[in-house]
Each structure stands twice: as C-alpha cells, then as structure tokens.
C-alpha cells in the first residue's frame, strides 16, 4: 500500500483563498482584521514560524503588527506588551509565540492574553469552554493545529466518527487539547493520548484508526507498529544538521517507510505545519468578524 497523501500546502491554500474572500467583505464594513505575534529572543525556528505567519496574513490583506523582545526580557516588559496588544483596537488575535525563555512564566503570560484576542486558543477560558460547551456551537478561538488536523482530513474526505485516535505526545498546543475536539458530538471519535510515562506506546498505535503524532521525536512512530490503511498525521519536528551538507534538515515522529503500511499520511513539512498557520489566520478573521 502506498498511502494516500494529506497534502497541507494544498488545504491551507484553499483556507486562505477563502479568509480572503471574508477580510475582503470585513474590509468593505471598515474593518481590516488585524493579527500580532509576540516574539521572545531570536530561535531560528521560531523566527521562521512568526515571518511566516506575517506573510502569508498580509498575502490575504490582513494587517500583521510584529513585536518583538530581547532573549533576557523580563515577566513585566512581556506582561506590559501583552496589556498593550489587550488594549490595541487594530490587533483582533495575536499569539505569543513557544516556547519561550525558559526564566519566563509561560502560564502566567497566557493567562494575561485577553481571551477574545487569544488567536492560539490556548488561554484557559477559551480552553474551558471547549470541555464544557459539549452540546453547543464553539463560538471562541480554538487551538489551532488541533484544528488544523481535523480540517485536514476532513477537507480529504475522510470521516472521523466511530474512529479510535491515537494522540502521541501531551505537549500543550496539540496533544492536550485535541481530544477536547475529537470527542465533541461533531467529530465523535474516540480518543487515547499517549505521552512519556505510557506502557506500551506500539500496542496503543497498532489499535488505532488515526494516529496524531506530536512528541517530537524523531520516527517514533514506526511502520511495523501502524494498522495497515490507517490515517497517520505527522506533526513532530526534529532538526537535525545534515553532516554531508551542513545544512539543518527537519525530521518527522514518523518513519518513512509507514508510507507503505499506512492509508493516508501526512507529509512533514507540507502537512500540518501549513495548516497550522491558516487555522490561526481562521482564528484572527472570526474574532473580528465578532467585532
Ligand atoms: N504560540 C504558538 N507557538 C507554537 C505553535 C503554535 O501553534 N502556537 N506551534 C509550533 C510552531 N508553529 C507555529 O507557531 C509552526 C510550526 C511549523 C509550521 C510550518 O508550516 N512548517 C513547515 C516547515 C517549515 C520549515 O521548518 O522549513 C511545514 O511543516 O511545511 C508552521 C507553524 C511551536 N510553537
């Protein structure tokens, strides 16, 4: 079997033809959605991440505001630019972008973002209505590469209901919270997360429908311990320093040769990293669509 790809590049392309479609329409109402990142310290990969997501808002006529601090910052000059962004009325959702310095209380900063402006959904609020509002429609920002996968197979065709989702990884921007939105009625998986003090991860893996791999090591998932045709979701990333070209290459949880076993695969890059960014950009349009 070679396993059918869930190409990100292409689902977030048409996510964001359509947001364009919608700031146009805000933009006629007055409105320019605007999204802001907050940037601590200089990590490449996290440069990378925040340009970006620069780009691609303002390639769709968002306007995109970047703040950035010292890797020494301390928690008040954080918090004082998080009250700044709160209080800004060009900036409808912003992100602090992870992880930050570790002298730094993340918690605490996410807690400060204002929960309507919380483009990443991972402040506690917005976090609690997803466990309580079961029944209801979601009208607050949800987290986005947990949105970001289940758009991408849906937006393949496949159908989630009834299927037994094996999550690797308890990181907070995905493993945490996306059983939070598998098991809503919607979606109505089942759902296992797996993460370091887990038994048996092969005999968790070899059960399920759908496998989301976010631990962040390298083919953690192999191919022997996936079901044959089952949806595997790469969303880990290792960097390594190619020794033949000196040049930084990015590994995947998933080893290559599950193409083989597996029915559907996400590409790593080009699979939920894409589909990352376009979620967060859903996020910033709706909130000023709420006004
Ligand atoms: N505040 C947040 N911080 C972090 C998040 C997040 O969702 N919110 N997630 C990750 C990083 N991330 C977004 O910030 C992110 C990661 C990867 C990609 C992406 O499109 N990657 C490309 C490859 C790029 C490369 O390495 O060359 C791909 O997969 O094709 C986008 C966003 C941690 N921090």
Known sequence: MTAQKLDGKAAAAEIKAEL??????????????GIATVLVGADPAS???VGMKHRESESIGMNSI???LPADATQAEVEALIDELNADPACHG????????KHLDTDAILERIDPAKDADGLHPTNLGRLVLNVNSPITTPLPCTPRGVIELLIRNG???????????????????SIGLLLTRREYNATVTLTHTGTADLAHHLRDADVIVAAAGVKHIVRAEDVKPGAAVLDVGVTREVDPETGKSKVHGDVAPDVAEVAGWLSP??????PMTVALLMTNVVEAAERG
């Open 20 to 33: 364009a479609v919608r700031v146009a329409a805000l933009k006629e109402r007055g409105i320019t959605p």
């Open 47 to 49: 440069q990378l991440y």
């Open 94 to 101: 912003y992100i602090v972008q992870l992880p930050l310095p």
């Open 66 to 68: 970047q703040r950035e």
């Open 268 to 273: 790593n890059p080009g699979g939920v990293g």
């Open 158 to 176: 496949y159908d989630l209901a009834g299927k037994h989702v094996v999550v690797v990884g308890r990181g907070v921007t995905i493993g945490r």
